[in-house]
């Protein structure tokens, strides 16, 4: 479902497509086109939805975040990072209404981009920012 609706959201942006024809240094294989890349780029997308509730009791609602993760066509920093400007300036679709495109989430404690901090997987480990407590023998 995510990958067609990526692929309507795609069609006629040659801003993309002129990108992808001169960079393209993840595909070194003489005589692809940017539409190839475009196909093989798309066929790898993940989407992850994460609900966030909203305020402290449960009559405050929720709301959804989707994670979206996509191959880059490039090593080069400078140009992935443009290459991921040209991919959120996209108009998308979905079932949920459109979307709001935002940065990434940033967490504090992992370092990672996919959940904001009060979600960091690293609070369900046992002894996460707690000293282990000794064995006895």
């Excluded at 975040?65 to 998308?92: E, G």
């Excluded at 949920?96 to 990672?112: N, V």
Aim: hydrophobic content about 35%.
């Amino acid at each position: 479902m995510h990958k067609a609706i990526i692929d309507k959201s795609q069609e006629g942006h040659d801003t993309i497509l002129d990108f992808l024809a001169k960079h393209q240094n993840k595909f070194p294989v003489e005589g692809i086109t940017a539409q190839v890349v475009l196909g093989t780029l798309t066929d790898t997308i993940f989407a992850h939805r994460l609900i966030i509730k909203l305020g402290k009791d449960n009559g405050s609602g929720s709301t959804n975040f989707w994670h979206i993760l996509m191959d880059s066509p490039v090593t080069d920093l400078a140009r992935y990072l443009y290459f991921a400007k040209l991919i959120m300036s996209l108009d998308f679709t979905s079932i949920y209404g459109a979307p709001f495109i935002q940065e990434p989430f940033l967490c504090r404690h992992c370092k990672g981009v996919d959940h904001p901090t009060g979600m960091c997987p690293y609070f369900k480990i046992k002894g996460w920012h707690n000293k282990p407590k000794p064995t006895s023998k």
